[in-house]
């Protein structure tokens, strides 16, 4: 095959993301890029995780996988946080060292490792077996220059309470506004402690490279290239033929599906198609968020007082948290288990999407021009939706009570605010403006296009 013998002098890297849905989607999609460029591409995560994954069909990326040490059920069945990432950095440092051997055995060796930037200890494999090492940042730009100052005693912590965080390149925020690690500091938090930890040795990877696209953060962006020269970003990680409103010139074998997910999707695709333009509500929070009873029935009552046709995503672990009386299916609403996310907010029903703001789902809605009702609940979605609101303006924000509730009124008032009133006519057309921007950085010529060719520049020399 043609592709094939391109690929083996073109160079194989070895793509090793943490085991989330939102970590190994955007590596995924990065890779379908240098796959598409020529390069070999191994996608590696660890056995439980990987155990779990769907391969959708026409899935094109071969997949590995490594041991946590939890090969039988995870972070879950770790007695802690702690615990679990101090072993998957353990046995994951050996086991990928044998993957490596491994694949060097089959007549196509492994050059380069670009690993999940939560997984330091990769770089260190990278090094002892001579390949490149590049790390990949999954947050945005704002919110790693926020942990970057942070783990250097620029920022420090705990936060005081009125504090204005100013810091360079970026807008000032609250307190409120920081990632929840920082704002709900606990010394010794496993996961603050791996998020700092993303800068230990990152000066020493060859590429860093950035779920983002440069025009959505230049001030941001200038500044950390200036820290970080080999600094490139890359996004938007989703689909091509989504960003080319669903024409395929542009796209290869493969190209228009996700490939893997830990939750069997459900078609709602037809249900869509039946509904008028701009009329849906499309809501999901993430892959990992879970609420409690009395949210799930704030937002159960919320979206049907609003009167606006909902597509909404629960997930099997949080159904039975739906109030007894609500239906999972009527002429105005439908309810599934998962769904292809990136498909549905391409969806010209789509009139805009109630999100807890994680990173994927935050730039797979500005990339598609959907205005966002934001809810976030932990980690960097505070951040996000502070971002969303008043950077990009590209949408509104749910107010949450004092016992950390929205409130049914509050949802139906946001989600209004968009579908209905004078506000969302503002917030639409620059979720429009953002759309083109994404489209135009990763087309050829684009800010992504040019750091994606020239990292594979980088990659195709060492096989000269
Ligand atoms: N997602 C999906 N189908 C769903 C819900 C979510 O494919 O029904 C995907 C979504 O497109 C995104 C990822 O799951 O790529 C979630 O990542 P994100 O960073 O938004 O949130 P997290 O799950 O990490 O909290």
Redesign the pocket.
Same mark, same amino acid.
């Given at each position: 095959m043609e592709g094939e013998t391109k690929a083996a002098r073109r160079g194989h890297c070895v793509v090793l993301a943490y085991p989330?849905?939102?970590?190994i989607?955007?590596m995924l999609e990065f890779s379908k890029r240098l796959l598409h460029r020529g390069i070999s591409v191994t996608l590696v995560s660890t056995r439980f995780f990987c155990s779990k994954l769907q391969k959708l069909p026409g899935s094109i990326i071969a997949l590995e996988t490594i041991s946590d040490g939890f090969d039988d059920g995870g972070i879950d069945k770790a007695e802690n946080h702690k615990i679990y990432l101090d072993s998957l950095r353990q046995v994951g440092t050996q086991t990928l060292s044998e993957l490596i051997e491994k694949l060097n055995r089959t007549g196509k060796p492994v050059d380069c490792i670009i690993y999940d930037s939560f997984l330091t200890w990769a770089l260190e494999v990278s090094r002892k077996l001579g390949l490149l090492g590049v790390s990949f940042l999954?947050q945005n730009l704002s919110v790693d220059s926020i942990y970057y100052h942070v783990n250097k005693g620029k920022l420090k912590l705990p936060l005081v309470k009125d504090q204005n965080i100013s810091l360079p390149g970026l807008p000032s925020f609250e307190p409120c506004d920081m990632p929840s690690f920082l704002y709900e500091y606990e010394p010794g938090n496993a996961f603050l402690d791996l998020v700092l930890g993303q800068f230990s040795n990152i000066e020493k990877a060859d590429w860093i490279i950035c779920n983002s696209f440069y025009e959505m953060e230049i001030e941001v962006a200038d500044l950390m290239r200036k820290i970080w020269p080999n600094l490139r970003t890359v996004g938007p990680t989703?689909p091509y033929k989504l960003l080319n409103n669903n024409n395929s010139n542009n796209t290869f074998e493969g190209e228009e599906d996700?490939g893997f /997910?830990i939750?069997k999707?459900e078609e709602c695709t037809k249900w869509l198609d039946n509904q008028p333009k701009q009329s849906v509500a499309f809501v999901?929070?993430?892959?990992?968020?879970s609420s409690s009873k009395e949210q799930m029935k704030e937002l159960a009552m919320g979206l049907t007082d609003s009167g606006i046709s909902f597509l909404w995503?629960v997930?099997d672990s949080e159904e039975a948290k739906l109030p007894a009386s609500f239906s999972k299916k009527t002429k105005k609403s439908l309810v599934?288990?998962?769904?292809?996310?990136?498909k549905?907010?391409s969806h010209e029903a789509i009139g805009c999407f109630v999100?807890?703001?994680?990173?994927?789902?935050?730039?797979?809605a500005l990339s598609l021009g959907v205005p966002m009702v934001a809810l976030p609940l932990w /980690?960097d979605?505070r951040t996000n939706a502070t971002i969303i609101k008043d950077v990009w303006k590209i949408g509104v924000r749910a107010e949450f009570d004092e016992n950390g509730i929205v409130r049914r009124e509050a949802l139906k008032n946001s989600i209004w605010e968009i579908m209905k009133y004078e506000r969302g006519c503002e917030v639409k057309s620059n979720a429009m403006k953002w759309k083109n921007l994404a489209a135009k950085a990763v087309h050829e010529g684009g800010s992504s296009w040019k750091n994606i060719e020239e990292f594979v520049d980088s990659l195709s020399h060492l096989n000269v």
């Amino acid at each position: 095959m043609e592709g094939e013998t391109k690929a083996a002098r073109r160079g194989h890297c070895v793509v090793l993301a943490y085991p989330a849905q939102g970590h190994i989607n955007p590596m995924l999609e990065f890779s379908k890029r240098l796959l598409h460029r020529g390069i070999s591409v191994t996608l590696v995560s660890t056995r439980f995780f990987c155990s779990k994954l769907q391969k959708l069909p026409g899935s094109i990326i071969a997949l590995e996988t490594i041991s946590d040490g939890f090969d039988d059920g995870g972070i879950d069945k770790a007695e802690n946080h702690k615990i679990y990432l101090d072993s998957l950095r353990q046995v994951g440092t050996q086991t990928l060292s044998e993957l490596i051997e491994k694949l060097n055995r089959t007549g196509k060796p492994v050059d380069c490792i670009i690993y999940d930037s939560f997984l330091t200890w990769a770089l260190e494999v990278s090094r002892k077996l001579g390949l490149l090492g590049v790390s990949f940042l999954t947050q945005n730009l704002s919110v790693d220059s926020i942990y970057y100052h942070v783990n250097k005693g620029k920022l420090k912590l705990p936060l005081v309470k009125d504090q204005n965080i100013s810091l360079p390149g970026l807008p000032s925020f609250e307190p409120c506004d920081m990632p929840s690690f920082l704002y709900e500091y606990e010394p010794g938090n496993a996961f603050l402690d791996l998020v700092l930890g993303q800068f230990s040795n990152i000066e020493k990877a060859d590429w860093i490279i950035c779920n983002s696209f440069y025009e959505m953060e230049i001030e941001v962006a200038d500044l950390m290239r200036k820290i970080w020269p080999n600094l490139r970003t890359v996004g938007p990680t989703i689909p091509y033929k989504l960003l080319n409103n669903n024409n395929s010139n542009n796209t290869f074998e493969g190209e228009e599906d996700y490939g893997f /997910s830990i939750f069997k999707g459900e078609e709602c695709t037809k249900w869509l198609d039946n509904q008028p333009k701009q009329s849906v509500a499309f809501v999901s929070l993430g892959s990992m968020v879970s609420s409690s009873k009395e949210q799930m029935k704030e937002l159960a009552m919320g979206l049907t007082d609003s009167g606006i046709s909902f597509l909404w995503v629960v997930r099997d672990s949080e159904e039975a948290k739906l109030p007894a009386s609500f239906s999972k299916k009527t002429k105005k609403s439908l309810v599934v288990t998962w769904c292809q996310q990136p498909k549905v907010l391409s969806h010209e029903a789509i009139g805009c999407f109630v999100t807890h703001c994680g990173w994927n789902s935050t730039m797979e809605a500005l990339s598609l021009g959907v205005p966002m009702v934001a809810l976030p609940l932990w /980690s960097d979605q505070r951040t996000n939706a502070t971002i969303i609101k008043d950077v990009w303006k590209i949408g509104v924000r749910a107010e949450f009570d004092e016992n950390g509730i929205v409130r049914r009124e509050a949802l139906k008032n946001s989600i209004w605010e968009i579908m209905k009133y004078e506000r969302g006519c503002e917030v639409k057309s620059n979720a429009m403006k953002w759309k083109n921007l994404a489209a135009k950085a990763v087309h050829e010529g684009g800010s992504s296009w040019k750091n994606i060719e020239e990292f594979v520049d980088s990659l195709s020399h060492l096989n000269v």
